[in-house]
């Protein structure tokens, strides 16, 4: 029961919160308002008997992308736009709206088809999870089955993932890395005005 | 009552999902954009580790005098997703600074207009 509250509560704060981020229009608080959310939602894995998945959303998508987030926005605004507000949108939002409430409401409606939350009974409980939690601890002596399972019988794919990383990293370095900052324009109307 | 608390979770989890979305389509800020996109991603962790749970289950870690452990294999899943949603978000911020340094802008109405293409 006390499970059930502290879900909902967490659930429904992550909900303000998001919305929030919609309606705010300084950079700088949404970057925070975000933080805040992935903190929210690391806690939220706790609750779910994601332990793992927690200390890794409250290190990566916590920590990490906000330092990412704001380092763009300390690089794309001026130190005089303090506030770095968006500009507010010129077309009217009826569009967008409708398409999200219309895939929302899909979405809801294929819930109904859903297991109910926590239900042991479900199918993807039934299928191959029993085999990894009675034989990783025989089969490769870490407790954590997780664990296990991540750098055990998947390696290679944990392997694929730090290629991933790599790629990623690369072409973060061939976008910004190790050129000389110029102003944008300023050398073509240079060249405009002699002409 | 059952239902409610049994689809809880789902409803709100795309009730989340929907306001990245939107955030996504609907806002002409770059770096708002990508803010969008990571509640959508989060939203869909949210939604596998859902899914994994079992009541009264406890955390996969084995362990005498525990035998009702939660889904180990979305955790597994999420965790990898987690990690190259990072690297995504990085390539993303990556590309909104290149575009800044050749537009002069963020804003995707300036982008445009200056680009002549909508």
Same mark, same amino acid.
């Given at each position: 029961?006390?499970?059930?509250?502290?879900?909902?509560?967490?659930?429904?704060?992550?909900?303000?919160?998001?919305?929030?981020?919609?309606?705010?229009?300084?950079?700088?608080?949404?970057?925070?308002?975000?933080?805040?959310?992935?903190?929210?939602?690391?806690?939220?894995?706790?609750?779910?008997?994601?332990?793992?998945?927690?200390?890794?959303?409250?290190?990566?998508?916590?920590?990490?992308?906000?330092?990412?987030?704001?380092?763009?926005?300390?690089?794309?605004?001026?130190?005089?736009?303090?506030?770095?507000?968006?500009?507010?949108?010129?077309?009217?939002?009826?569009?967008?709206?409708?398409?999200?409430?219309?895939?929302?409401?899909?979405?809801?409606?294929?819930?109904?088809?859903?297991?109910?939350?926590?239900?042991?009974?479900?199918?993807?409980?039934?299928?191959?999870?029993?085999?990894?939690?009675?034989?990783?601890?025989?089969?490769?002596?870490?407790?954590?089955?997780?664990?296990?399972?991540?750098?055990?019988?998947?390696?290679?794919?944990?392997?694929?993932?730090?290629?991933?990383?790599?790629?990623?990293?690369?072409?973060?370095?061939?976008?910004?890395?190790?050129?000389?900052?110029?102003?944008?324009?300023?050398?073509?109307?240079?060249?405009?005005?002699?002409? | 009552?059952?239902?409610?608390?049994?689809?809880?979770?789902?409803?709100?989890?795309?009730?989340?999902?929907?306001?990245?979305?939107?955030?996504?389509?609907?806002?002409?800020?770059?770096?708002?954009?990508?803010? +969008?996109?990571?509640?959508?991603?989060?939203?869909?962790?949210?939604?596998? &580790?859902?899914?994994?749970? %079992?009541? #009264?289950? /406890? *955390?996969?870690?084995?362990?005498? +005098?525990?035998?009702?452990?939660?889904?180990?294999?979305?955790?597994?899943? &999420?965790?990898?997703?987690? %990690?190259? #949603?990072? /690297? *995504?978000?990085?390539?993303?911020?990556?590309?909104?600074?290149?575009?800044?340094?050749?537009?002069?802008?963020?804003?995707?109405?300036?982008?445009?207009?200056?680009?002549?293409?909508?």
């Amino acid at each position: 029961m006390i499970d059930n509250i502290v879900d909902i509560t967490l659930l429904s704060f992550l909900v303000i919160l998001a919305l929030a981020i919609i309606r705010m229009r300084s950079l700088f608080a949404v970057v925070m308002l975000f933080s805040g959310f992935s903190f929210l939602s690391a806690g939220l894995f706790v609750v779910m008997d994601a332990a793992d998945v927690a200390f890794t959303e409250a290190a990566v998508g916590a920590g990490i992308s906000s330092v990412l987030m704001l380092a763009t926005l300390a690089l794309t605004y001026s130190s005089k736009n303090a506030d770095k507000e968006e500009k507010p949108t010129t077309h009217k939002p009826w569009l967008p709206l409708s398409v999200v409430v219309i895939t929302g409401a899909l979405l809801i409606y294929g819930t109904y088809d859903l297991p109910s939350f926590g239900d042991p009974e479900a199918p993807s409980q039934l299928h191959v999870a029993p085999y990894y939690l009675e034989n990783s601890m025989p089969e490769t002596g870490v407790p954590n089955v997780v664990t296990a399972v991540l750098a055990s019988y998947r390696g290679f794919d944990t392997l694929g993932e730090v290629t991933v990383i790599f790629t990623a990293g690369i072409a973060v370095l061939l976008l910004i890395g190790g050129r000389r900052r110029v102003k944008p324009n300023v050398k073509k109307n240079g060249g405009d005005r002699e002409a | 009552m059952d239902m409610i608390l049994g689809h809880y979770n789902y409803w709100m989890v795309i009730i989340i999902m929907m306001a990245g979305f939107y955030t996504v389509i609907s806002r002409g800020n770059l770096v708002k954009k990508i803010v +969008g996109l990571n509640i959508f991603q989060v939203s869909v962790f949210l939604l596998y &580790i859902s899914i994994g749970n %079992v009541k #009264g289950g /406890a *955390t996969p870690i084995i362990e005498k +005098g525990v035998d009702l452990y939660s889904n180990p294999l979305p955790h597994v899943l &999420i965790l990898t997703a987690i %990690v190259v #949603g990072v /690297a *995504t978000t990085a390539l993303g911020l990556a590309l909104v600074v290149r575009i800044k340094e050749a537009y002069g802008t963020i804003e995707e109405d300036d982008i445009h207009n200056q680009d002549q293409s909508l």
